[in-house]
């Protein structure tokens, strides 16, 4: 199997900015800097080849004044205000929808480049939502000055399906995914952590989860931002009811396919799970293409796109799994195999840290993108 220190370098290689760029490197802001996410998204610019001059740290009133480490020193966290987008080139957003619709479009008209991560704009036929491994062309116009981030478990597997997409001509998208306690923020974290210590705490009799009801009796009211306990189940619902009940996660799932890979009547269908894991979504795809394809054609794709690592050897027990994937880079494949009554489908499975690549990472890589247009002005 790939180890996790080859994944952990494996990604966005080809969108990295060139190191003959010249010119002045421009200002970046991170609103949101002392979130989750945000916290990686400073770790990344660290890690990553060091385009930026000023790195100013941004976030709500009460957070003011802490100070972070970044690229090695410590910043001073400022307020969200207008004055704090004052001299910035670009600025990669990770808050509330609300607080993102409210301020992107300010620091936008004093001519900073937003990369946002919220879902305020993503479906907004003016602002791209860009997958750099997939779309990056995309990124280039950008009407209202804002470039959108897809959401976490369509990030968990475009990248692969994209590449896909691109050899074969995708027609058609099934997908059941099987999403992380973290997608529901520190709350489900906590929650997680939580509901597993009082499910495993010195109980006698008939093991839990053996009973009917018997889970959801311990937990009691104690579940969270989740419609059900976590702990010892799986719960068919992620996002909030929408038309026909589907949920919203669903939904965005269908639109931003869509939207990223330029197919605006690509059939598809998802379902979304919440699953016992801390970090890391995954996702079971049938994807139905155009033309004829084979397992063969389609490893050879897979192991050559950008931030792909392909694990398939089920033989010896080698297939991707959130414990392998967590904490890298790249989108994770496996178990690909050619559809039994059609030639035309594959079933892939696919693993994507949902607080890197499925958000901080690919946030990064669209503004460094945006950072390199910007160097040569």
Excluded at 310 to 328: H, I, K, Q, S, Y
Aim: with cysteine; net charge negative; hydrophobic share 45%.
């Amino acid at each position: 199997m790939t180890d996790g220190s080859a994944a952990r370098t494996a990604s966005a290689a080809a969108f990295a900015v060139s190191e003959a760029d010249t010119g002045r490197r421009p200002t970046l802001a991170v609103v949101g800097a002392t979130g989750a996410v945000g916290t990686v998204l400073l770790e990344i610019i660290s890690q990553h080849k060091d385009v930026w001059g000023e790195i100013r740290l941004v976030a709500s009133t009460r957070s003011a004044g802490r100070r972070l480490t970044v690229r090695g020193e410590e910043v001073e966290v400022v307020a969200l205000d207008e004055a704090a987008f004052d001299g910035v080139d670009v600025a990669m957003f990770d808050v509330p929808d609300d607080v993102a619709a409210r301020w992107a479009p300010v620091a936008a008209a004093k001519g900073v480049v937003v990369v946002d991560n919220s879902a305020a704009f993503r479906m907004d036929p003016d602002v791209p939502l860009v997958v750099p491994e997939v779309n990056a062309h995309a990124a280039r116009v950008r009407p209202r000055g804002i470039i959108s981030n897809p959401n976490c478990t369509t990030l968990s597997m475009i990248v692969a399906v994209g590449a896909l997409h691109a050899e074969f001509g995708l027609s058609e998208l099934i997908v059941s995914s099987y999403q992380a306690a973290s997608g529901a923020g520190k709350a489900g974290v906590d929650t997680l952590r939580a509901q597993l210590a009082t499910v495993a705490g010195g109980r006698t009799g008939a093991p839990l989860g053996t009973q009917p009801g018997d889970v959801r009796r311990a937990v009691g009211d104690a579940i969270g931002p989740f419609a059900a306990p976590l702990a010892l189940n799986v719960v068919p619902w992620v996002g909030s009811l929408m038309e026909d009940g589907w949920s919203s996660e669903e939904l965005k799932i269908r639109d931003e396919s869509r939207k990223i890979l330029g197919l605006p009547d690509l059939r598809v269908s998802a379902t979304c799970v919440r699953v016992p894991v801390i970090t890391t979504h995954s996702l079971a795809v049938h994807a139905r293409f155009e033309n004829e394809v084979s397992v063969e054609q389609a490893h050879e794709i897979l192991a050559n796109a950008p931030g792909v690592v392909l694990v398939d050897n089920p033989a010896v027990g080698e297939f991707p799994t959130p414990a392998d994937a967590v904490g890298t880079d790249p989108t994770w494949v496996g178990r690909v195999r050619r559809a039994l009554d059609d030639p035309k489908a594959l079933e892939l499975f696919v693993c994507g840290d949902n607080l890197r690549k499925g958000a901080a990472l690919n946030t990064a890589q669209i503004a460094e993108f945006v950072a390199a247009e910007r160097s040569t002005l």
